[in-house]
């Protein structure tokens, strides 16, 4: 155990390797020690970590400047008893957080990541870790932590302290004294001066410090709790609550409302990680909204004030300093190409804020659809991976966008805006697109591939397209339809038909941009039967069976005939339907039957699997997309969810949110999905019914191969 005095900082030469390529030696991650300069500017410096003994050094080899991060000894002490590289890395980009746990004393509270979710307690001590041989040698730093009940006090029993690194505190709360514990109590809760330090809560660049409080500071905290107090609060704010103790959460309203028994207004929040005692968005037996188990809060409105990270102190607006930077984490390109994230993985990967692709200057057309194409899906990956196209600077540039999405599960706007000077055209970096102006330029520019649709019309002729747009008279359909009923009535009254099986299937649903849209909801088809939309396919009587020799448009509406239904038919049952008085006038075609199908032979069904949707509302485009196989794979991907700074100064905060009620939905029978009232579904759910665009469908046999790799990449 180790004095908590504050600590004299000694003019050592410690340090982190935070990028380069990996080598002999140093990686990134790495904690190392200057020994000495070479004449060409490189330094030649021992490394610490090994195996046996953490703290002893060894030849680390040559190390660049620009590729290291100076530390103090303590700082490399508490580094380096995190085992995991990534995990020290994450916390250097949290400075402020960094800054508070380096200075922690006795008797501070904090909370800290533990098997249970996230517990507060005090620190009682700093435990020195290893041995010291030599003067060379480092002790590790850990802290030992007394957990606090929920009850207010501390643990009578007084169990033996554990051990936590750096890496596990996720919030520091300097200097407190009160009663403890994680409480939030109906009464409006005090305490809201002492501003907590937490994980993410720092937008600086690595080097920045945390500043001591001061009387000025505390007094511009109560100033800004002020006004804060009055900026409104709605579904989708990203709001902080404070407990009894002066603990702080953060996360986003997804309700609002009077539950039963309660008077006044009250938020449901969907906390940024796990908190002991909260729920999965459950309250006094029913159900508000969905999110992961521990991560549903239920607090008066008057608990909530906007979230204070990214607010300034006198305006209640979201303020970025001119030296700041987005927080990007730490990255090392390769060579090597990711396959899709596996189903396990992709909640933890992917969800949370500054996750999926960052926007900036009108870009959400393209991220959204970069996201929808290539998070988790192999459709287009053999595209991508063509050996004629791996020297263009562009494709590269795409590639190592979609292997950073996959590796990491964030894309920063740098990255993107890089891809879009190369797209040909100036306005791609600057202007408003609609997303089937830019799959066309993906597709045919970028990766240099034929249309992914070839149509074949009545008259014999044959076009390319890479997406197919729905055009039809609102007649035609009901007040609700599923993307199977346009795509069948749009196939069908336009006379087109697929000359091939298509292994990417985009539709575009009948509106223009947010200024038009023919229906106010459509439903989404989880598989997509396009059997009898192939030219010159075995199709199957809609009576009898047996193989069709003839099609009728007059039937598709015919409410007798499930309606919105492709309706083909034998030659016997051609007859007899249009042998009522109500389909006298019909006119059936002619099918080109292949002469070699006998006619009682089963026709098998090709089918298409939804993989993602890009929604449009008030000219911002969003994404859903399906992860996995299960139901409840689905996520929702906003690449501007919030703003941090103004406009000059600022960036787009991505976020990826869990969609597991879709799932919910969409399993519902097609007969109940047509019945259903859009209006009381879930936020999300209703979002996709009414603002869908484009609907991204793959191939059966496309979708197994994605799980195979998903699977492989797992064993």
Sequence with gaps: MVSME????????????????????????????????????????????????????????????????????????????????????????????FSAICE????????????????????????????????????????????????????????????????????????YSVPLGLQWKDAICGGLNRKAVTRNSCIANIGSCAQPATENHTEQSLIQNQSLSSVPLEVGSMVEVVSNSGITVYGVIRWLGVPGGKTGEWAGIELDYDVKGCSDGMYGGQRFFTCKEKRALFVPITKCSPDGRFLSASTGKEILKSTDTTPVPPYEDTDEDVPPIPESEAPFLLVGKMKGIQGHINSCYLDATLFSLFSSSVTLDGIC?????????????????????????????????????????????????????????????????????????????????????????????????????????????????????????????????????????????????????????????????RLAEYECLQCLPDRKLQPGRIKQYCTTCNAQIHNHPSRQGHSPSALAVPVEVPTDTPVPRHTMELFAVLCIQTSHYVSFVKYGSDAHSWIFFDSMADRCGDDQSGYNIPEVRACPELGDFLSQPEEELSQANPSQAPELVRRLLCDSYMFLYQSSTTCFESQTVRSLKCV
Aim: glycine share 6%.
């Design 6 to 97: 504050p600590r004299t900082v000694l003019n050592e030469k410690f340090f982190i390797v935070t990028r380069g390529k990996s080598r002999k030696g140093f990686c990134r991650g790495c904690i190392g020690r200057i020994e000495s300069e070479t004449k060409r500017g490189e330094f030649v410096g021992l490394l610490y970590g090994g195996n046996s003994n953490p703290g002893t050094p060894k030849n680390g080899g040559l190390v660049k400047i620009e590729d290291m991060y100076p530390l103090t000894r303590h700082q490399a002490q508490l580094l380096l008893f995190i085992s995991s590289a990534s995990r020290r890395l994450e916390l250097l980009c949290n400075p402020q957080l």
């Design 385 to 545: 991976k063509k050996p004629a196209d791996t020297d263009q600077p562009i494709t590269c540039t795409l590639r190592a966008i979609v292997n950073r999405l996959r590796r990491q599960g964030f894309v920063p706007a740098e990255s993107v805006m890089n891809f879009r000077t190369h797209l040909g055209c100036d306005t791609f970096r600057t202007e408003e697109k609609d997303p089937e102006e830019f799959i066309t330029v993906l597709f045919q520019k970028v990766l240099c591939t034929e249309p992914l649709l070839k149509l074949r019309s009545k008259r014999e002729t044959s076009q390319g397209a890479y997406t197919f747009q729905i055009f039809l008279e609102k007649e035609q359909m009901g007040q609700i339809p599923t993307v199977q009923q346009l795509m069948d009535t749009s196939c069908l009254s336009g006379d087109l038909k697929f000359e091939t099986m298509p292994f990417c299937l985009i539709v575009q649903m009948p509106r223009f941009g947010n200024k038009y849209k023919m229906f106010s909801h459509i439903i989404p088809s989880l598989k997509l039967d396009i059997t009898d939309l192939l030219y010159n396919s075995p199709r199957e009587c809609f009576v009898c069976g």
């Design 104 to 175: 922690l004393s006795q008797d501070d509270l904090v909370v800290v990541k533990h098997k249970n979710g996230h517990l507060p307690g005090l620190v009682k001590n700093l435990m020195q870790i290893g041995r010291k041989d030599n003067k060379d040698d480092l002790y590790m730093l850990a802290f030992e932590v007394e957990f606090v009940d929920t009850d207010h006090t501390l643990s009578s029993k007084k169990p033996p302290l554990s051990l936590f690194s750096a890496a596990d505190i996720i919030q520091v709360v300097p200097s």
